[in-house]
């Protein structure tokens, strides 16, 4: 057995990882995929994907996202007929070693809903449930678009650069009351990757919400949706939302997709009457890294 730890996948590696996580899923009847992207982890430099061998054969792996120093979000696949031998706590090991170097304490689980292994592996770990996420898919067949061209709307979107820095800053601190430090790291690279956009919404020339999007072929996907508090329930947060989808569509993409916190039911009710629907639901627990059962 030997383990390699990296940055960022390629090439062979990547292949073999795709090759694992589709035979698991498979196996698991399960339907979800590990998010591989390193470009928005707070350090470039941090192993964030560790891969373990028997034979010069990929057996199991694991994979963390660190957008911020707080936490990092973990999920692993295992082969069915190898699992109970202790691989993945190898790989936690491993993981754990390199988290420390970052001062990285807090560790955050990630176990499909139905998946029977992934939570017998968190049951053993001892960890903590916290809340429950689920992944959306628009159905464009139902997608309810007020044609936002000819519709009156109130807000203005404008795609962001560097520049703008800390103008999506200081409205993201305030949609998502987040330390400043964090909104930075991610927001900058959002801002400095290629297949990513950043748009702040502006309502007579105020900034009152953000959104970003990812493109990944035919796919375009949102993440850090927002409304500053004093402007929710006033109907924007559904016009911005039009007003990204409206984006993605005329970039070409034919599937739209999201993540929202299953107990964010504003949110969530606003995408549902929008037309997106649940595909996946994940389920996260919390462990500090010093209390993490390896023995």
């Given at each position: 057995?030997?383990?390699?730890?990296?940055?960022?996948?390629?090439?062979?590696?990547?292949?073999?990882?795709?090759?694992?996580?589709?035979?698991?899923?498979?196996?698991?009847?399960?339907?979800?995929?590990?998010?591989?992207?390193?470009?928005?982890?707070?350090?470039?430099?941090?192993?964030?994907?560790?891969?373990?061998?028997?034979?010069?054969?990929?057996?199991?792996?694991?994979?963390?996202?660190?957008?911020?120093?707080?936490?990092?979000?973990?999920?692993?696949?295992?082969?069915?007929?190898?699992?109970?031998?202790?691989?993945?706590?190898?790989?936690?090991?491993?993981?754990?070693?390199?988290?420390?170097?970052?001062?990285?304490?807090?560790?955050?689980?990630?176990?499909?809903?139905?998946?029977?292994?992934?939570?017998?592996?968190?049951?053993?770990?001892?960890?903590?449930?916290?809340?429950?996420?689920?992944?959306?898919?628009?159905?464009?067949?139902?997608?309810?678009?007020?044609?936002?061209?000819?519709?009156?709307?109130?807000?203005?979107?404008?795609?962001?650069?560097?520049?703008?820095?800390?103008?999506?800053?200081?409205?993201?601190?305030?949609?998502?009351?987040?330390?400043?430090?964090?909104?930075?790291?991610?927001?900058?690279?959002?801002?400095?990757?290629?297949?990513?956009?950043?748009?702040?919404?502006?309502?007579?020339?105020?900034?009152?919400?953000?959104?970003?999007?990812?493109?990944?072929?035919?796919?375009?996907?949102?993440?850090?949706?927002?409304?500053?508090?004093?402007?929710?329930?006033?109907?924007?947060?559904?016009?911005l939302l039009n007003l990204i989808v409206n984006?993605?569509?005329?970039?070409?993409?034919?599937?739209?997709?999201?993540?929202?916190?299953?107990?964010?039911?504003?949110?969530?009710?606003?995408?549902?009457?929008?037309?997106?629907?649940?595909?996946?639901?994940?389920?996260?627990?919390?462990?500090?890294?010093?209390?993490?059962?390896?023995?």
């Amino acid at each position: 057995m030997f383990i390699k730890g990296y940055a960022s996948l390629e090439g062979k590696a990547l292949n073999e990882v795709f090759k694992l996580e589709r035979i698991c899923n498979e196996y698991d009847n399960l339907q979800g995929s590990m998010f591989l992207d390193p470009s928005l982890n707070f350090d470039q430099g941090i192993k964030t994907v560790f891969l373990l061998y028997e034979h010069c054969e990929l057996i199991s792996m694991l994979s963390m996202f660190i957008p911020t120093q707080l936490e990092a979000e973990i999920t692993g696949y295992t082969l069915p007929k190898y699992r109970g031998n202790g691989y993945f706590k190898a790989l936690l090991t491993k993981a754990v070693d390199e988290l420390r170097k970052f001062h990285i304490a807090e560790l955050l689980f990630v176990c499909e809903t139905q998946s029977k292994a992934g939570k017998e592996v968190i049951k053993a770990l001892k960890a903590n449930y916290e809340h429950t996420e689920y992944f959306m898919r628009l159905d464009l067949g139902r997608y309810k678009n007020r044609n936002v061209s000819t519709s009156g709307e109130r807000l203005l979107l404008m795609r962001s650069g560097l520049d703008d820095l800390e103008k999506v800053i200081e409205t993201s601190v305030r949609a998502f009351d987040e330390p400043y430090e964090d909104a930075k790291s991610r927001i900058e690279n959002c801002l400095r990757s290629g297949t990513r956009e950043q748009y702040l919404a502006l309502l007579n020339g105020e900034r009152i919400g953000l959104a970003a999007t990812n493109y990944d072929d035919e796919v375009g996907s949102i993440f850090g949706f927002g409304i500053v508090p004093e402007h929710r329930g006033k109907g924007y947060g559904e016009e911005l939302l039009n007003l990204i989808v409206n984006c993605l569509k005329q970039g070409g993409k034919t599937e739209i997709t999201l993540d929202v916190n299953s107990e964010n039911e504003q949110a969530l009710g606003l995408y549902k009457k929008l037309g997106f629907r649940v595909e996946v639901a994940y389920e996260y627990y919390r462990q500090e890294s010093s209390s993490v059962h390896l023995n």
